[in-house]
């Protein structure tokens, strides 16, 4: 069996992130000054990793933050597959006091198990896990040992919690920040061990 090792990174920083601005897979925006610092310090600390294959989502900020990488030459692929959640009527909202409660009021539901409610004109986590199993199988299948992949933060927690096992409720242990690195090695068996965990040692000071 090809065993894969995934680094598996978040995007830098954006404008939105940075305003608190809620931001999903119909916000196209690009990383700012602070998500480019980011990326140049995990190049220079990940440059001399052998890369077989790179994968990025559909969404320019993922693209931007391993771009170093690319421009070497490592066969690159777009999977909208991995794109960040919907996040429908909200996207472009700043995070008030009453959007903060009614965000709150929606991760409570997914704890709770009710995997299929979402936000108006959003995803629901049951979803976005059907078209995350999809691009997890065409990195799985496709070519290479040591894969980089750029996605977002909560697409992320539900591609942990489904390369783990783990069902969906349960993914907010899966914490993140911009540019944070999983790196997963794959077993004999076929099951994943997580070697880091929302790693960002690899940041510059204040990053």
């Known amino acids: 069996m090809n065993r894969k090792k995934i680094y598996l990174v978040r995007h830098g920083q954006t404008d939105f992130n940075l305003k ?12 700012n000054d602070t998500g480019r610092a980011q990326a140049k310090s995990f190049f220079e600390a990940y440059q001399q990793v052998p890369f077989d294959q790179i994968y990025h989502t559909a969404l320019i900020r993922t693209r931007q933050s391993i771009e170093s990488f690319i421009e070497k030459g490592i066969p690159t692929g777009v999977l909208p597959e991995l794109n960040e959640i919907s996040w429908g009527d909200y996207e472009g909202t700043p995070m008030t006091p009453e959007e903060s409660q009614y965000y709150q009021h929606m991760l409570s539901q997914w704890q709770q198990g009710n995997l299929d409610y979402a936000i108006a004109g959003g995803e629901s986590p049951n979803q976005v896990a059907v078209r995350m199993r999809q691009g997890i199988k065409k990195i799985m299948d496709g070519p290479g040992e040591t894969v980089l992949v750029c996605m977002h933060g909560r697409a992320m927690r539900i591609f942990l919690s489904l390369i783990f096992g783990f069902d969906l409720s349960e993914m907010d242990q899966f914490e993140h920040s911009n540019l944070c690195l ?14 880091k965990g929302n790693d960002r040692a690899h940041l510059a000071p204040g990053l």
């Open 182 to 195: 999983y790196l997963l090695e794959q077993q004999s068996d076929g099951s994943f061990v997580m070697q």
């Open 20 to 31: 608190g601005v809620v931001q999903g897979s119909g916000i196209d925006a690009p990383i």
